[in-house]
């Protein structure tokens, strides 16, 4: 395949930073653009007392590699902008990754310091990666780190993601997507779904009322559409009385009704006994509203039947990047050299650790994890049952790609394993302590 043969909407190449590419050209004169090195994407803390992180985008992340060539049109723009030079473009046209990476698999937690993704090729190969990774997968993972709280708090309901009109339209599909990984039951995006087969969920708002003639109107078009499964919005107006006609319209056989506005635990209560004593027992109470895991477990004692959740998911429930970095580790003196671990030292805590790491979780005598073991020298036997990185790519070609329900099934596995103070939404320190043995 040459750079024409790649469809512009398909490329990930110019998903990047210019300096990537400066630096690359500079490699490339310098001769250190062959040495063999190793890059890690870590955190170096958890944002807002968050107990610990989620990964998501890990597929996402090996879609955007295998795409990572650069078309015709594009190159042709790099020259006309005058970004780098001829030698330059001439390596960017023929560029396909070849080396590997390892990382933490989707729907894993992990906590400061551990390794999520380890990219090792030469450098020039490698260093370009750096921004789209790093979209990906800081954007992906705080959304999923908001939808797994979101869900614990959940207690077993399920919760729908409905956050589309609130995001970028784009970031809106990874965002049901990281939802889903970390256990949303469903979303309202069609591309989603489309995309990802991430079922999808929706009925009507409240301009559909709006524009009938009544409510009962509304809700006899929609039945009439749907059926009587379906789930009626009875907010618009007076909501005692919408809970009746919905009943008479519908009859006991109602699927659900949503409000959408108010004093949520109360109105809950009060729709509750509305329905049962109507005989529409079986009617499930659907919640929505700026919901986020706090308000969700305010209502954990109300008889609440599902929550859909928008604005605070897509926003990562007020952290909308976990703050992974993407930094060199390890580099060879010569192409085939041995790796030299390498180190930023700096102050203001943005120093690291050199070398190629591995990460274990050690889990104590009951099976519970108590501490994320992280080293750069041998792994101890006893941890090699534990470690965490699966591999991903293998000389270029992606062995690591997987089913979405995979890792949404990982995610309940991992989140279950972790000491119960995980869950607390009180702010506190990570639930594990991360040890590095060097």
Known sequence: MDATSVPAAGSTALLTDRYELTMLQAALRSGAAHRRSVFEVFTRRLPGGRRYGVLAGTGRVLDAVENFRFTSAQLDWLTDQRVVDEDTLRFLADYRFTGDIHGYPEGEVYFPGSPLLTVEGSFAEAVILETVILSILNHDSAIAAAASRMTSAAGGRPVIEMGARRAHERAAVSAARAAYVAGFAATSDLEAGFTYGIPTTGTAAHAFTLVHDSERDAFRA?????????????????LHEAVR?????????????????????????????????????????????????????????????????????????GHPTCSMVYKLVARAAEPDGPLIPVAKRAAGGKTSTGGRKWAARRPDADGVAEAEVVGTGPVPEELTPHLVQVPLVRAGEVVGREPLEAARERHVRARAALPLSATQLSKGDPVLSTELLV
Do not use: C, N, W
């Not at 729709?271 to 919640?287: N, P, S, Y």
């Open 222 to 238: 929609q039945i009439a559409s749907m059926g009587k499964g379906t789930t009626l919005l009875v907010d618009t107006f007076d």
């Open 245 to 317: 006609t919905a009943v008479e319209v519908a009859g006991p056989e109602l699927g659900a009704v949503r409000i959408d506005s108010g004093d949520l635990t109360l109105l809950a209560h009060r729709v509750r006994r509305q329905l049962d004593e109507l005989g529409a027992t079986g009617t499930r109470i659907i919640v929505t509203s700026d919901l986020d895991e706090y308000a969700i477990a305010a209502l954990a004692a109300a008889p609440v039947d599902g929550y859909g959740v928008g604005t605070s998911l897509v926003t990562g429930s």
